[in-house]
C-alpha cells in the first residue's frame, strides 16, 4: 500500500457565517473579517458566506434577536419562538431564512461551516462537539447544521494556530471519507490503515475497541455496517483534540519518521519542553511537509491538500 498521505485534489469548499469574512450584515451593521488570521492559508478553500438573518428578509441595521426557549433546536421543533428587540416574533422568517441558507450550502456542495460563536442564529455550543453543554445555545441555523452532520469549526479558533491546525487536519480527513468509496472489507482496511491514528489521538478506548472488531470481520459486511462505519468516523473527527495529546502525536510520528528515514527535522522538541502553542503549529507544519516530501506517512494527519494556490 502507498504510505504517502491521501491528497485532496479539489479545494476544499466550506461555508461561513458571512459577518465573520468581513460582510458588514450584523444588526448593527458590523462584520469582521476573521479569515485574516490564518493568512495565506485562506486561499486554500473555496469560501460561501450565508447569513440566514439577511436572507430572512431583515435589512442592516436590524432589531437583535433572541431565541424565547432553549435552544435554535426547540425553535425547529415548535417548542421555542424568535423574537426581536422590538417584541416581534420572526420564527417563520428566521426558519424560511436558514432553509434558504442551507439550499445555498447544498447547492455549494458545502459539508463544512465556520459559525459565529453565541449567535441566536448561527452559534452552535462551542463544547457540543465534546458532548457537554456549555457556553450559549445553539442558533437556529446552528443546530439545523449540527443535526445534518457538518463539519463545524468556531470561527474563534481560526486566532490560535493549534486550535487551527487541528481543525484543519480533521477538516480534511473529513471531507476525503466524506466522499470515499468503499464497498468492501478491503477498502475498511485501506480506510482503517489511514485513519486509525487520528481516531487513536481522539478516543482511544473507542479506537481500540473497533480495530478489535475490525480484525475480526469474517467477510465482506453489508451496506448498513459500512455506511455506520464511516459515520462513526466522521463524527468523531467533528470533535477536537487536545494540546498534549497533539504534542504526543506529533513526537510518536516524528520516532517514526526518524526510523523510516534516519533525518532528524531540525525544530521539533522532545514532548516535555516548554514551548508555546506557535511553536508547535510550526512543528506540526514542518513535520507535515517533511513527511510529505519524502512520502513518510503522518497518521495524525493522514490527508493533505496539494493543489493550486
Ligand atoms: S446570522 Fe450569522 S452571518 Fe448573519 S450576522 Fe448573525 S452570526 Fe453573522
Known sequence: MDQGPLVLKEKPIVGISACCMGSPV??????????????REKGDFIWVPVCTEVLSGMGVPRDPIHIA?????????????????????????????CRMGAKVLEKANVKAYVYLDGSPSCGVYRTSLKNKR??????????????????????????????????KRRLLAYLWLEQASITNKKDIYD?????????????????REKGHELANLKKDPDEEYIHFFKKEILDLLRRPSKSNKIINS???????????????????????????????????????????????????????????R
Not at 71 to 96: C, F, H, N, P
Open 250 to 308: 506529533l513526537w510518536k510520528n516524528y520516532s517514526f519518521y526518524r526510523r523510516k528515514t534516519g533525518e532528524t527535522i531540525e525544530g521539533i522538541l522532545e514532548p516535555d519542553t516548554k514551548r508555546n502553542i506557535t511553536t508547535v503549529a510550526k512543528e506540526l507544519s514542518m513535520m507535515e511537509r517533511a513527511a510529505f516530501d519524502k512520502g513518510v506517512f503522518f497518521g495524525t494527519s493522514p490527508v493533505v491538500y496539494r493543489g493550486n
Open 134 to 167: 456549555l457556553g450559549k445555545p445553539p442558533g437556529v441555523f446552528g443546530s439545523y447544521l449540527y443535526d445534518h452532520g457538518y463539519f463545524l469549526i468556531p470561527v474563534l479558533d481560526l486566532q490560535s494556530p493549534l486550535r487551527w491546525w487541528d481543525w
Open 26 to 39: 450584523r444588526y448593527n451593521g458590523k462584520g469582521w473579517n476573521l479569515l485574516e488570521s490564518i493568512g
Open 69 to 97: 426557549g432553549d435552544s435554535g433546536k426547540d425553535v425547529w421543533e415548535g417548542d421555542a419562538r424568535v423574537i426581536s428587540r422590538g417584541r416581534r416574533d420572526l420564527t417563520q422568517d428566521i426558519l424560511e431564512g
Open 191 to 207: 480506510v482503517w490503515y489511514r485513519y486509525k491514528f487520528i481516531c487513536q489521538e481522539l478516543d482511544e478506548p473507542w479506537a
